[in-house]
C-alpha cells in the first residue's frame, strides 16, 4: 500500500512550472513583469533558440540587495504583497512569488543586481533547484534575469515545446504585449543576435521620457493615452493607426481609453485585438462580448476588429488571482463593467459622418475599384472649367447661373442636367460629403466636397439609413404600417399561413399587415411605410421565414437587427436605378445625419474619399 509522503521542494516546483512557465514565453512575461515592477525605464531582452537556449532579460530597474538575491529565487518570497488586503487590491504585476522559483526548477538562471547606492552588482546562481553563493559582479544599475536551456533536467516536458520559430512568434506576442502597455518605457528584443524590435521611450511630446515610476498604477493615463498613437503606429502599422479612432470615456471609477479601428480596417483573425486592465493584457468573455455587440452590425460577416483598449479601474473592483498566468480575471460587476464598455464603443463608432469626414478617407482601397480606375464617362459632354471657388464647378455643371468677376456667364458654358432645389443650392457651407455630381456605372454616386472627390455606393449607404430608421421606430414599439392600395397576394403552404395566424401581433410590430386569403394563399395588406421601394412578397416571405425559425419572441430581440437588416436591403435603391440629382443629394445628406453610416449592415465600406492631391498625382500634374 503506497504511504503518503511529503513531496521535495524541487519536484513541487516543477509541477508548478508546467502551469507557470508552459513556454519561453510565460518565463518572458513574468520577467518583463519584474522588470516594469522595479521601475525600470530601459528593458533589454535577448534570446536563443526561441527562448529556449537563451532567454535573458536587463532592466535598469530599483535592482534587488544582495542579502535578498537567494529569496528571489525561493517560492512564495515577493516583495509586492504582504497580506490577505494587499492580494484583494494588487496594483503590481507580479505578486504571486512563485514564477522565479519555477524557472530555478526547470533552467539553468543567473540573477545579476546592483541598486543605485551600491558600488558594484551581486549575482547568484541556481541549477537544479540549488543555489550558489553570492558573489560580487559587473553590472550597471537595474537587474539581469538569465535563463538557459528551459527544461532541461525535464526532457519530457521539454519535449512538448514547438520549433524555434513557433516559440519564438510566442515571446515576441508577449513582448508586444507589454511594450503597447507602456510606451513610457523603452524596449529592446533581439534574436540570436539579431535586432527584431528597437522602441524609444515615449512622452505625449515624443522627444522627453516620462517620469519613472515603480508601478503601473503610477504612471498617469493621460501621459500614457498621449504616447499611446506613437507606441501602436510603430508596433502595429501605420495603416491601423490612421484607420482607428480615439476611445476616452470615465464614469464610476472607471476609465476606457486607446484606439478601436473602424469597421473597413477589419481582421481575419482576432491577432490584433489588445485590452489591458490596469496595465495587464488579459482575456475576457465579459469583455470580448461587449467588444462583439458593440461591432455587431457594421462588421461584414466573420471579420474581426482590431483595437487596443485600456481599462483603469479600482484594483479592489477586480480579482487578477484567478490563474497562475494571470491573463484571466474575474470582475465584481461583471455586467457593469460589460454595458461600460459596449456603450463607449458603440457611441465612438456611431458618430455620424458628418464628426468624422476623414473616416473614410482610403484612396488606396478606391483605385481598386475597377470601374474607378475606368475613364468615368457622362451621358452628355461637359465643358469643364477652372474653379477657384468650392461651388463654381458645381454651378457650372447644374446650371446655377450668376456673375463671377464683373462678367456674365456664357448661357452655352454647360448643359443642365438637372436643377436641385434652391434651398440645396443656398447652403452656407458645403457638406461633409458634399454635392452630387453624377452616377457611375449605375452604382456609385460621385460627388465633390472641400477635399476633393467622394465616392458613395449608393445601395450600401440607403441600406444602412433604413436600417437605422427602422430601429429607431421598432424602439418605439412598432414601425409605422402603409395600406396597401392593392394587397398583394402569393402563394403559400400550411405552415406559412398558420406562422401568419399565429404571430399577427409581432407582425403589426415589424409594419406588416399578412393575412390568409385561402387555405393556400396569403395577402400583404400592409407593409413598413419606409420600405416604399420593397418587393412586399419578398419582404413578406423574409419575415415569415424568421417567425417560422426563431419564433416571434426571438424575432424580436436577439434576431431583431438581422430580420431589420434584411427588410433594409430589401427598400434601398438596386443598382442601375437612376437617381436625379435632388435624390442623390438626399441620399448624402441622409448619410451625414445617420449613426454607422460608414459601413452598410454587413460592415462594408459606403463611401471613399479621394482628395485633389492625389488626384493631381495619378495624373502627374505639376510633374
Not at 372 to 391: E, G, N, Y
Request: with cysteine.
Amino acid at each position: 500500500m503506497a504511504t503518503i509522503q511529503l513531496l521535495s521542494d524541487l519536484l513541487i516546483n516543477q509541477i508548478a512550472a508546467g502551469e507557470v512557465i508552459e513556454r519561453p514565453a510565460a518565463a518572458l512575461k513574468e520577467m518583463l513583469e519584474n522588470s516594469l515592477d522595479a521601475g525600470a525605464t530601459e528593458i533589454i531582452v535577448q534570446l536563443e533558440g526561441g527562448g529556449v537556449k537563451l532567454l535573458r532579460v536587463r532592466d535598469n530597474g530599483n535592482g534587488i540587495a544582495p542579502d535578498e538575491l537567494p529569496f528571489a529565487l525561493m517560492r512564495h518570497a515577493t516583495s509586492k504583497i504582504a497580506s490577505l488586503a494587499d492580494l484583494q487590491r494588487v496594483a503590481s504585476m507580479g505578486f504571486r512569488g512563485e514564477a522565479l522559483a519555477s524557472m530555478a526548477a526547470v533552467a539553468q538562471v543567473t540573477l545579476t543586481s546592483r541598486m543605485a547606492e551600491s558600488q558594484h552588482a551581486w549575482q547568484i546562481q541556481s541549477v537544479d533547484g540549488s543555489q550558489s553563493e553570492v558573489i560580487p559582479a559587473a553590472h550597471a544599475h537595474g537587474t539581469s534575469v538569465e535563463i538557459r536551456e528551459l527544461y532541461f533536467n525535464t526532457p519530457a516536458r521539454r519535449k512538448f515545446l514547438k520549433s524555434e520559430a513557433t516559440e519564438l512568434a510566442y515571446c515576441e506576442e508577449t513582448f508586444k504585449r507589454i511594450a503597447l502597455s507602456r510606451p513610457d518605457v523603452a524596449f529592446s528584443l533581439q534574436h540570436n543576435n539579431r535586432m527584431m524590435w528597437q522602441l524609444p521611450m515615449l512622452s505625449s511630446s515624443g522627444c522627453t521620457p516620462l517620469a519613472s515610476t515603480s508601478t503601473v498604477s503610477e504612471v498617469s493615463w493621460e501621459e500614457k493615452a498621449e504616447a499611446l498613437p506613437k507606441r501602436i503606429e510603430a508596433m502595429l502599422s501605420k495603416e491601423f493607426a490612421q484607420s482607428a479612432v480615439p476611445v476616452s470615456r470615465k464614469a464610476a471609477g472607471l476609465h476606457l481609453y486607446g484606439m478601436a479601428s473602424l469597421p473597413a480596417y477589419s481582421k481575419a483573425s482576432r491577432e490584433a485585438q489588445y485590452f489591458f486592465v490596469n496595465g495587464r493584457f488579459i482575456r475576457d468573455k465579459v469583455i470580448a462580448h461587449a467588444i462583439r455587440q458593440a461591432y455587431q452590425d457594421i462588421l461584414h460577416h466573420q471579420r474581426h476588429p482590431a483595437f487596443v483598449l485600456f481599462l483603469d479601474m479600482p484594483p479592489e473592483l477586480v480579482d487578477v488571482n484567478v490563474h497562475p498566468a494571470k491573463i484571466e480575471v474575474r470582475f465584481r460587476e461583471s455586467q457593469a463593467i460589460h454595458q461600460f464598455v459596449f456603450h463607449t464603443l458603440q457611441q465612438v463608432l456611431s458618430t455620424p459622418v458628418a464628426l468624422k469626414e476623414n473616416a473614410s478617407d482610403l484612396p488606396n482601397q478606391l483605385a481598386q475599384i475597377p470601374s474607378v480606375q475606368r475613364t468615368m464617362s457622362m451621358q452628355q459632354p461637359l465643358q469643364l472649367h477652372t474653379a477657384s471657388q468650392p461651388l463654381a464647378f458645381y454651378d457650372a455643371l447644374f446650371g446655377r447661373k450668376e456673375s463671377r468677376g464683373g462678367e456674365e456667364d456664357n448661357q452655352n458654358d454647360a448643359p443642365i442636367l438637372s436643377t436641385p432645389s434652391q434651398s440645396f443650392l443656398s447652403e452656407p457651407e458645403i457638406p461633409p460629403l458634399g454635392f452630387a455630381l453624377a452616377q457611375l456605372a449605375g452604382i456609385y454616386l460621385l460627388a465633390q466636397n472641400e477635399h476633393g472627390l467622394v465616392v458613395v455606393d449608393m445601395h450600401a449607404a440607403h441600406e444602412r439609413i433604413v436600417y437605422e430608421r427602422l430601429k429607431t421606430a421598432l424602439d418605439g414599439q412598432q414601425i409605422p404600417m402603409q395600406p396597401l392600395l392593392i394587397p398583394v397576394s402569393f402563394a403559400a403552404d400550411a405552415l406559412d399561413i398558420a406562422t401568419a395566424e399565429e404571430n399577427h401581433a409581432a407582425m403589426t410590430q415589424l409594419g406588416f399587415d399578412i393575412a390568409p386569403l385561402s387555405l393556400t394563399t396569403l395577402a400583404v395588406r400592409a407593409m413598413p411605410a419606409m420600405l416604399k421601394q420593397a418587393n412586399a412578397e419578398a419582404a413578406a416571405r423574409d419575415v415569415l421565414h424568421e417567425m417560422r425559425e426563431y419564433g416571434a419572441s426571438r424575432v424580436l430581440t436577439e434576431r431583431r437587427n438581422e430580420v431589420l437588416s434584411t427588410l433594409a436591403c430589401h427598400s434601398a435603391v438596386r443598382a442601375n436605378q437612376i437617381l436625379t440629382v435632388p435624390e442623390m443629394n438626399n441620399i448624402l445628406r441622409e448619410m451625414e445625419r445617420t449613426e454607422r453610416s460608414g459601413q452598410c449592415n454587413h460592415g462594408r465600406p459606403t463611401w471613399f474619399q479621394m482628395s485633389i492631391a492625389e488626384l493631381d498625382t495619378l495624373f502627374m500634374r505639376g510633374k
